[in-house]
Structures are given as structure tokens and as C-alpha cells.
């Protein structure tokens, strides 16, 4: 995997994801984000989850791989150089504490290995992106599928929020956010995602 710089990801981008949990849905991109770290490679692997400290779930997304620097005014299709599947996995009961307490998310949303991530293919515009679904499959069924039609702010409008805000340069990476379908998910589980018919990555929960 090239190495990775910034992790940014943005949170409830989908209406029906934000209704499933109770969540308000945003005027404006909500960014948190990963440690390098928690950032891994997609490919069948056993992925170790804290086991210890209550649900883990899974949120699916589509992840963008940053190939230029950002400036005003540049497009997605110019500044994205690659796309990917991810899993933004999430220790929703420390999320829960936490967002009662008005702490940061880093307890819930850092740790090691909860940023998996498929290989990057070429990205091939966000017009052509826009024609496919993508979808997460838990132990052979069917558990999430996301379009980014459906997202509440368009690849453009995060970049643009992410660039102005914070910056974006080579190797950033994007999780843009999850459609609705999240649970937890328990040792022994398989995750594959696809993008359309095709498997791009998958892992195994240990």
C-alpha cells in the first residue's frame, strides 16, 4: 500500500445513515479523523478488534486517494488520482459515552486497523463514479449498498470543505462516508465489498 498521509473522513453524508442513529443531518461536512496507523490493507486478512470494549460495527464507504495538492477552483476528477472500498469501523458504545461527554471520536473511530482499505483503482471521474453502487457483503449476504448520488454533500463539496478548512496534498486519503445498514459485527465474520459485480477487497474479523 502507497503510504498514506492524512486520514480524513466525513460523517453522516447519508440521510438514511444519519436517521438510523439518530443523528441530525449536517448543514455543512462533518470531518473527523484516523491515525495513519489505523489504516490497512484489504486483502483476506484476519483484522484483530477490540474485543473488550462493547459493539464494533462496520460502516462501509467509498475512499478517495488524494494525487495533487488542493487549490481553489480545482476540480475532483483533477485533483482525485485514485478510488477504493474501506471499512470505517467504530466502537460504537465508546462513541456513545464519548459523544454524551463531548470528548473527540479519536477513542472510537482510531484505533488499530479500523481504517481497512481495498486496493486503489483509477478513479474514473465522478460522473462514471456516479453510475455505480457499491455494497458490503456480511458472511455472503447483502448488508450495505451506497451510491454516491445519494450523499448529502458531493465528492466536490467535501473536497472543497477538506482543502479550504484543512488542507489536502499527495496521499491524503477520503472515507466518505457510509449509506445506511451499519451493525456490529463478532470474531469469525467475513466482509467482502464490491464495487458493482466486482470484489475489490475483504477481510475476516478476529
Given amino acids: 500500500m502507497t503510504m498514506i498521509q492524512n486520514v480524513y473522513c466525513v460523517g453522516r453524508n447519508y440521510k438514511l445513515h444519519a436517521a438510523e442513529l439518530g443523528n441530525d443531518v449536517p448543514d455543512e461536512p462533518m470531518i473527523f479523523m484516523k491515525p495513519s496507523h489505523a489504516a490497512t490493507a484489504l486483502n483476506g486478512q484476519v483484522l484483530s478488534m477490540p474485543q473488550d470494549k462493547g459493539e464494533v460495527h462496520y460502516e462501509g464507504e467509498l475512499v478517495l486517494?488524494?494525487?495533487?495538492?488542493?487549490?481553489?477552483?480545482v476540480s475532483v476528477d483533477e485533483l482525485i488520482g485514485g478510488m477504493a472500498l474501506g471499512i470505517?469501523?467504530?466502537l460504537r458504545d465508546v462513541q456513545t459515552v464519548i459523544k454524551k461527554k463531548g470528548h473527540p471520536w479519536t477513542a472510537a473511530?482510531?484505533?488499530?486497523?479500523?481504517?481497512?482499505?481495498?486496493g486503489f483503482q483509477d478513479f474514473p471521474g465522478a460522473e462514471a463514479a456516479a453510475a455505480e453502487d457499491f455494497a458490503?457483503?456480511?458472511?455472503?449476504?447483502?448488508?450495505?449498498?451506497?451510491s454516491i448520488k445519494d450523499m448529502i454533500f458531493s465528492l466536490q463539496e467535501i473536497v472543497d470543505y477538506i482543502g479550504?478548512?484543512?488542507g489536502l496534498g499527495e496521499n491524503d486519503i477520503i472515507f466518505t462516508g457510509t449509506p445506511?445498514?451499519?451493525g456490529p459485527c463478532a470474531a469469525g465474520d467475513k466482509f467482502e465489498l464490491y464495487w458493482g459485480d466486482r470484489l475489490l477487497g475483504s477481510c475476516v474479523i478476529g
Fill in 88 to 90: 470505517d469501523f467504530t
Fill in 164 to 166: 479550504t478548512n484543512y
Fill in 180 to 182: 445506511a445498514g451499519v
Fill in 65 to 73: 486517494r488524494v494525487k495533487r495538492a488542493y487549490e481553489p477552483g
Fill in 136 to 146: 458490503v457483503h456480511k458472511n455472503g449476504s447483502e448488508v450495505q449498498r451506497g
Fill in 109 to 118: 473511530k482510531g484505533f488499530k486497523n479500523s481504517a481497512p482499505i481495498s
